[in-house]
C-alpha cells in the first residue's frame, strides 16, 4: 500500500498563475482532506469530500479555491490566480469513512507551494 | 463553532523527564480524539488516539487521558527521548465531521 500519494511535492508558481495540487487516498479510503500549513504554524481545515461529493467545504477561502473528488482519479485542489500569501505546505489525508478506524486520517507528505 | 485549544505552545524538558500536553475542545458532541506528531519538513503521523468511551489509553511511553465533561485532554509522554522532539499536534472530531486541530506544541528534550 503506497499510503497517501501527494503530487507535485513542490511547486513554484508566479502571482497570477493556477496552481494544481493532487491527491491520490491509501487504497480502500473513499474520503479525502485537505489542509493547510503555513511556515510555524498549525493545520488549518480546508475541505472534506467524498467521492463527487463535498461534504464540508467551511474552512475554503470563497474566491480562487476549489476542490473535487471525480469518480475516477485523484482529488484536486485548485487555486487560480496566486497570490504571495497562498505560499504554504498543502497537506491531504484519506481516512476509509466506515467500519473500524473510519474515522482515522492518514496524511501525505504535502505539496509545498511557493508564490513568486 | 467548533474550536480546540492547545497548551503550552513550547515546552522544553530534559531527557528522561515527563511531558504533558494540553488540549481543550468546544464541541461536545466530539467523539474522537488523535494525537499527531510532526518532525521538521515531514508529515503528520498518528501516535496514539482514544474515542469518548474510554478515560485512558497508554501505549508504551505514551498516553492519552480524556475528560468529556470537563471537555478536556490531555497527552503524556514518559522518560522523554531526544528523538520525541517535534511538534505535536492534538485534533477532535465528531462522527461524520472534519477533523479540527489544536495550535500544535513544540516539544524540545535536551540530552
Known amino acids: 500500500n503506497a499510503g497517501v500519494m501527494q503530487n507535485p511535492r513542490h511547486l513554484v508558481r508566479r502571482r497570477g498563475q493556477e496552481a494544481r495540487l493532487r491527491c491520490s487516498p491509501m487504497k480502500g479510503h473513499s474520503h479525502v482532506y485537505w489542509y493547510r500549513q503555513l511556515p510555524e504554524e498549525g493545520l488549518k481545515f480546508m475541505v472534506y469530500l467524498q467521492k463527487e461529493n463535498i461534504i464540508d467545504e467551511s474552512g475554503m477561502p470563497k474566491e480562487r479555491f476549489s476542490a473535487e473528488f471525480p469518480k475516477e482519479g485523484p482529488s484536486i485542489l485548485r487555486i487560480q490566480q496566486v497570490v504571495r500569501g497562498d505560499s504554504a505546505a498543502y497537506f491531504c489525508?484519506?481516512?476509509?469513512?466506515?467500519?473500524?478506524?473510519?474515522?482515522?486520517?492518514?496524511f501525505g507528505a504535502g505539496s509545498r507551494l511557493t508564490v513568486l | 463553532g467548533e474550536n480546540v485549544e492547545q497548551h503550552p505552545s513550547t515546552l522544553s524538558v530534559q531527557e528522561g523527564d515527563s511531558a504533558v500536553i494540553k488540549c481543550t475542545y468546544s464541541d461536545s458532541a466530539s467523539n474522537y480524539f488523535p494525537w499527531y506528531k510532526q518532525e521538521l519538513g515531514k508529515r503528520p503521523q498518528l501516535i496514539i488516539d482514544i474515542r469518548s468511551n474510554v478515560g485512558e489509553k497508554k501505549d508504551q511511553r505514551i498516553a492519552v487521558t480524556l475528560n468529556k465533561t470537563a471537555k478536556h485532554f490531555s497527552l503524556h509522554i514518559t522518560e522523554t527521548q531526544p528523538e520525541d522532539s517535534a511538534v505535536y499536534f492534538c485534533a477532535a472530531r465528531k462522527q461524520g465531521g472534519k477533523l479540527i486541530f489544536g495550535q500544535g506544541t513544540e516539544l524540545s528534550v535536551k540530552p
Open positions: 489525508a484519506s481516512s476509509p469513512g466506515t467500519g473500524l478506524g473510519a474515522n482515522v486520517l492518514t
